[in-house]
């Protein structure tokens, strides 16, 4: 399929925004930061959402169009995202609204801060933050003649780069705000660096196969050998630019390998320090790792679109 630069942008970006809300909500309901820390954190989570949001109806012909897709989330997983994408905004600045109380008056913050409704907020925060990631993943899960999209670690795979990368933004905003981040949630990073190397080598390797279908399967001659007389087109047209995209081989391992070393290598490298120097400034090490995780999720998001091979493509 051929990378749209503004899907790629709006996957990453809104996927690391929602995982920041996620984790915002989180240390919300539990007490864990200072309201401040939370609410730059949501703001930062809303504007990188939104611009994701807004950078996807780039890749639309009409555009203006775009509210119509609201109307099908009964059928539709990406009117289901739009839906869940506006109503965790929604529940987003509640929650800031829940919590500038506590700032206003300068108070230490805890959990006991927040009354009954506003910690009600907070947990639909951070069930909607997963439930829109989830309808990002499922546009393309849900899509059965792409066999690379249909696979069931797709939702997951989104899940964990929104939460990760979300995770590493958190702790980067809440150390340069001043703020102490246990080293524990560096060690955590860790884990969750090499967990998801092992999941996309997993989902690499399954995708590393012939399409499930032939040409006789396309042209209803099934266990058939055919052959291509004479191509169906003089010249170029949208199905061979938008479906029948092909990356080389080389150049797909090579992008693998640059992506694994952006989200998982560099960031356990820069998280090292942050959980084994506990006297030291982990502010640094935490923005270097934010950054090169969200570097690796766009080499990987672009990938995910680059690789994926449309059945259609048997009849070309």
Request: one cysteine or more; charged letters at 10%.
């Amino acid at each position: 399929m051929h990378p749209a630069l503004s899907v790629i942008f709006f996957t990453t970006l809104s996927g690391a925004g929602y995982g920041l809300l996620f984790w915002a909500a989180w240390h919300a309901l539990t007490g864990a930061s200072a309201a401040r820390t939370l609410l730059v954190c949501i703001a930062v989570a809303l504007v990188a959402s939104t611009i994701g949001l807004l950078s996807s109806m780039l890749h639309l012909g009409k555009p203006a169009r775009a509210w119509r897709a609201f109307s099908q989330w009964r059928t539709s997983w990406l009117s289901r995202e739009g839906v869940a994408a506006m109503a965790t905004f929604g529940i987003a600045v509640l929650l800031a609204v829940a919590l500038l109380p506590s700032q206003l008056a300068g108070e230490a913050w805890s959990g006991a801060n927040l009354s009954l409704p506003g910690k009600l907020v907070a947990a639909l925060a951070i069930a909607l933050s997963i439930v829109t990631v989830y309808c990002t993943a499922m546009i393309y899960a849900s899509l059965k003649p792409i066999p690379a999209w249909r696979h069931s670690l797709v939702p997951r795979v989104y899940v964990l780069f929104a939460l990760f990368t979300g995770g590493l933004l958190f702790c980067a905003i809440a150390t340069l705000l001043g703020r102490t981040v246990s080293n524990m949630a560096a060690m955590a990073g860790i884990v969750a660096a090499v967990a998801l190397a092992l999941v996309k080598w997993k989902y690499w390797r399954d995708i590393d196969v012939p399409l499930p279908a032939t040409r006789g399967d396309a042209i209803g001659l099934p266990q058939r050998t055919a052959t291509v007389f004479e191509r169906p087109h003089t010249e170029a047209n949208y199905l061979t630019k938008e479906m029948g995209f092909v990356v080389a081989r080389k150049h797909s391992a090579m992008l693998r390998r640059a992506a694994v070393v952006l989200f998982a290598l560099l960031p356990v490298v820069f998280l090292l320090p942050a959980w084994l120097l506990v006297h030291a400034d982990p502010a640094p090490w935490y923005l270097l790792a934010a950054l090169c995780a969200l570097a690796g999720a766009f080499v990987e998001r672009w990938l995910f679109f680059a690789e994926a091979k449309h059945l259609v493509t048997l009849y070309y």
